[in-house]
């Protein structure tokens, strides 16, 4: 489901629930939006560079093919069932324009179990594997600075929250910083003196572990972040390789080791790189989306509990995360929107219909029908109602109901053929029908939801 706002002016007057994203406004609003709107922009960075380099690493192997093909003799020696045999010598020497031999030797004491020795023109073959070498640098690189880019994401919003929070309450500094008069007749004015001590103050903290950042959350921000718990050990490694990968190269160090839990550092020894992937990459984005993205929720209801702004962005955020089918994102706001007490009830309302779902689409049948055991929405607006039978997959009987829903403005077609929630009654037969039915139609309004949600 979409946005919490009841609109007017839809069909029958029947309140709606935009599924399109709308303005929300505050100060506790900009940087739980721009945040969302960094790391979004930073997960579109991976995916539209990623072919790119990807491409470029398959055109240097097939262009350099025959160059690298001494690389085919050491892999078949290796694993003969997946590589198949390599290039003659005469062939080979072929492609070198000189005669050339490869040897592969076999050392049990290395720490590769083959090695290659040419005899003749190397040249062709060193220049193709540094090429090739490069273009898997290349991979890496962005995934390294995806990483990077990442953390300081997080920093610049941990640092705006705490900015807040110092601006709102100036007492709760206590710092004991006393400024020189030359300092002073610089800063000229006792204004910006305050925003200078708030600043060093920040620039504490940013310093400080991960670790001591929710330690002082806690502590000073009275937040009680329980969310952070079961995720507690991979944002320290998060940060922890974050710290490798800008002030040690991104070989692994005896600091990494001792601060990252063993099961997460399993297998890796002081001296190698540390590995970072696509996968590394964006399990660690999605990560830090949810978890940073709720500590800005909690503070924002914590300065103003009464802000329905709040419940606007938490279900337009929530939104796209369903339609990418980031389910697991999808199921922490849900959750925290559902338990929100000071947010109108059927904001809470959307919450929970949305928790459920992202339930249902995990995978997660038994737990959800636990859950929806004796609900009854019978009482609620009638989208509820339907939302109710879509996740107890009562789909005869929600399209026993469709027509007359939405000939009545209770559901819209839109939200038939946007909403995640639909998505197996799209796939009724019936529902096919009916909708190919209301396409043929002539258009009618259908509430005006747009972009912004007006009408």
């Known amino acids: 489901m979409g946005d919490a706002e009841k609109r007017e002016g839809g069909p029958k007057g029947t309140p709606s629930v935009?599924?399109?994203?709308?303005v929300t406004t505050g100060?506790?609003?900009?940087?739980?939006?721009?945040?969302?709107?960094?790391?979004?922009?930073?997960?579109?960075?991976?995916e539209l560079i990623e072919p790119v380099l990807s491409?470029?690493?398959?055109?240097?192997?097939?262009?350099?093919?025959s160059h690298l093909a001494p690389l085919m003799c050491a892999l078949h020696e290796?694993?003969?069932?997946?590589?198949?045999?390599?290039?003659?010598?005469?062939?080979?020497?072929?492609?070198?324009?000189?005669?050339?031999r490869v040897e592969v030797i076999r050392d049990s004491d290395e720490p590769s179990p083959v090695s290659l020795r040419l005899h003749g023109n190397d040249a062709p073959f060193r220049s193709a594997v540094q090429e090739l070498t490069r273009s898997g640098q290349h991979m890496t690189l962005l995934y390294r600075n995806a990483l990077v880019s990442l953390v300081s994401?997080?920093?610049?919003?941990?640092?705006?929250?705490l900015h807040e929070h110092y601006d709102l309450h100036p007492g709760a500094l206590e710092s004991d910083r006393c400024l020189s008069l030359k300092e002073l007749e610089s800063l000229g004015s006792a204004e910006e003196a305050r925003r200078f001590i708030i600043d060093q103050k920040v620039e504490e903290i940013l310093r400080a572990s991960f670790e001591d950042w929710v330690k002082h959350f806690r502590s000073h921000l009275g937040l009680s972040m329980g969310y952070l718990d079961e995720d507690m050990k991979a944002l320290v490694e998060l940060?922890?390789?974050?710290?490798?990968?800008?002030?040690?190269?991104g070989i692994i160090n005896s600091t990494y080791l001792s601060r990252v839990d063993g099961d997460l550092a399993r297998g890796l020894t002081i001296g190698q790189p540390v590995p970072i992937d696509r996968s590394y990459v964006m399990s660690a984005i999605d990560l830090c989306d949810l978890r940073f993205s709720l500590i800005g929720m909690e503070h924002w209801k914590k300065?103003?509990?009464?802000?329905?702004?709040?419940a606007a962005m938490l279900a337009n955020v929530n939104f796209e995360h369903m339609i990418h089918d980031r389910w697991p994102l999808a199921e922490g706001l849900s959750y925290f929107l559902s338990r929100d007490s000071a947010m109108p009830e059927r904001d809470r309302l959307i919450g929970q219909v949305n928790y459920w779902q992202a339930l249902k689409w995990q995978g997660r049948a038994?737990?959800?029908?636990?859950?929806?055991?004796g609900v009854d929405f019978d009482a609620k607006e009638p989208v509820f109602r339907f939302c109710l039978m879509a996740l107890r997959d009562q789909l005869d009987e929600l399209m026993t109901s469709l027509p007359t829903a939405v000939a009545r403005g209770d559901l819209h077609l839109d939200w038939l053929e946007e909403w995640p929630i639909f998505r197996e009654l799209r796939e009724h037969e019936g529902c096919i029908d009916f909708l190919a039915a209301q396409r043929e139609e002539p258009s009618e309004s259908n509430g005006g939801l747009t972009a912004g949600g007006e009408s």
Not at 153 to 161: A, D, G, L, M, T
Not at 303 to 310: H, L, S, Y
Not at 366 to 373: Q, S, T
Request: glycine share 6%; aromatic share 8%.
């Open 239 to 249: 940060f922890q390789r974050r710290n490798l990968t800008v002030h040690h190269g």
């Open 27 to 46: 100060r506790h609003a900009g940087p739980v939006s721009q945040f969302g709107e960094n790391l979004a922009a930073l997960r579109d960075f991976v």
């Open 18 to 22: 935009s599924v399109s994203p709308s």
């Open 153 to 161: 994401y997080v920093e610049w919003f941990v640092s705006r929250i």
């Open 366 to 373: 038994r737990e959800l029908e636990e859950l929806l055991e």
């Open 303 to 310: 300065c103003d509990a009464g802000d329905v702004n709040r």
């Open 55 to 65: 491409s470029r690493q398959k055109t240097v192997m097939k262009e350099r093919a």
């Open 78 to 100: 290796m694993d003969p069932d997946n590589f198949p045999e390599p290039l003659s010598a005469d062939a080979m020497s072929r492609a070198y324009g000189s005669d050339i």
